[in-house]
């Protein structure tokens, strides 16, 4: 079982930068792909960026939404994967989740876990 815990959301002004934290409890973190999505009420939930694990290389990706602004990164020591916004627009106001995902070789079973999220709203 692994618990998400999400923290770093709050009121920014549009143009500034926050950076999201992802802390994963158990020791299997690095062999877990990482991806932060994000929701507005109403709409459906967007996959914003995501970092494989390292058996995958820890390739990232990122929506064309955020390309250039935002950057996933993972400290496998500490079992923490980051989101670093920058250039904030009004658009990025949503709930920010982390998800932790693999497949376990021996069963081939889904590994799907989810963080209750954090607000990250941006205004003037």
């Known amino acids: 079982q692994v618990q998400l815990v999400e923290s770093g959301g709050g009121l920014v002004q549009p143009g500034e930068s926050l950076r999201l934290s992802c802390f994963a409890s158990g020791s299997a973190f690095p062999s877990f792909s990482m991806t932060w999505y994000r929701q507005v009420p109403g709409k459906e939930r967007e996959d914003i960026a995501s970092?494989?694990?390292?058996?995958?290389?820890?390739?990232?990706r990122n929506a064309d939404s955020v390309k250039g602004r935002f950057t996933i990164s993972r400290d496998n020591d500490k079992n923490i994967v980051y989101l670093q916004m920058d250039s904030l627009k009004p658009e990025d106001t949503a709930r920010y989740y982390c998800?932790?995902?693999?497949?376990?070789?021996?069963?081939?079973?889904?590994?799907?876990?989810w963080g209750r999220g954090t607000q990250v709203t941006v205004s003037s």
């Open positions: 970092q494989s694990g390292s058996y995958s290389g820890g390739l990232r």
């Open positions: 998800n932790a995902w693999a497949r376990e070789i021996a069963t081939n079973k889904e590994l799907d876990y």
